[in-house]
């Protein structure tokens, strides 16, 4: 199992440090980097910013927001990106939720398995050159023929070559229609709150999408990459309360309060009351006791806090589990030192 570095996306202000710890993260010898986005900074920039200081760790995204770009515009990022790098980006995505995708891109979040779809069907075609691009579905038509179309449009064929035609797409998926697509036409699976105590239920979903017709991948070259903590500390207790706001934001607060994906996943793992009840606190104002009820084995589900013996038995758990590279988030160059045993053995 290996590691990448998860720098998410900006706050406020851009990180002070980013630069020390992706230096320290291709030092330690972490596999990948990865940036993120929502609707502030972008997810490519930083990538294309740090990446000529690196020369190993490959650059992925987690993930590219689809209503953000048309697929073609996304292609033709990713294909920058993987000749700016020589081959080593990974094209994360992911269909976000209606609050972000309506309310900040102005589009309908409807059918996203259908726009999954096609969104990467798009982006294989522009990589693979084989022919001038075109899609007849619904999402995203190509040439564009609707409302107010000149008839001008004709199909394309991207006029860079690609460096590589496989370059890896990996897909944001946390309900299993949506995992299921993951496995059927991806090239890896970037699981947000994953536990490994689910890991059979997880299975079921991607040997679905592995055993339909024309699947890309089997589960022997199929990658699941999981973010979680990993956090080497004596004080356990500390973190989990450093933690809990984080959680109750993301349970209570995220997406709509009828559409939260990620309090659907943590209603999965069979916290349905407490997250009723987070909710609640949180939609009223009262993240403070939101934060305070969010319990001790919610936050261990999907993290590895504890001392050096814990986080060791913890890590072989994910990795028996399936887990093919654990996405973390470092805060400063002294935390890859604790970390590097870890990845070293």
Known sequence: ????????YWGAQPPANT????????????????????????????LAWLGPSTSRVRLGTSVVQMSART?????????TL??????????????SGPQVVEGWYG???????????????????????????????????????????????????????PLRKDLPIWLGAEGPKNVALTAEIADGWLAIYYTPRLADM???????????????????????????????????????DRLRPFLALYIGGMGAEDM????????????????EEITRLFRTGRKDEAAAAVPDELILDTTIIGDEAHVREQLKVWEKAGVTMLLVG??????FERLKPFIES
Do not use: C
């Open 1 to 8: 199992m290996r590691f990448g570095l998860q720098l998410g």
């Open 19 to 46: 630069a020390e710890l992706v230096a320290a993260a291709e030092e330690t010898g972490f596999d990948a980097v990865f940036t993120a986005e929502s609707w502030g900074s972008d997810a490519y920039t930083p």
């Open 71 to 79: 697929p073609t515009a996304t292609a033709m990022a990713a294909l």
């Open 82 to 95: 993987d000749h700016l790098s020589g081959g080593r980006h990974i094209l994360g995505l992911g269909v």
């Open 107 to 161: 589009q309908s979040f409807a059918k996203p398995l259908q726009r999954t779809r096609e969104y990467v069907s798009v982006i294989r075609r522009v990589l693979e050159r084989e022919g001038k691009v075109t899609n007849d579905g619904p999402s995203y038509p190509l040439p564009y023929n609707g409302a107010n179309a000149t008839g001008f449009g004709k199909p394309l064929k991207s006029i860079t070559h």
């Open 202 to 240: 997880y299975n079921e979903w991607l040997d679905e999408g592995f055993a339909r017709a024309g699947a890309r991948r089997s589960r022997e070259d199929f990658e699941i990459a999981a973010t979680a903590q990993v956090i080497l500390t004596d004080d356990t207790k500390a973190e989990l």
């Open 260 to 275: 939260n994906f990620h309090a659907e996943v943590y209603r999965r793992m069979g916290y349905g009351e407490q997250v």
């Open 330 to 335: 470092v805060q400063s160059v002294a935390q």
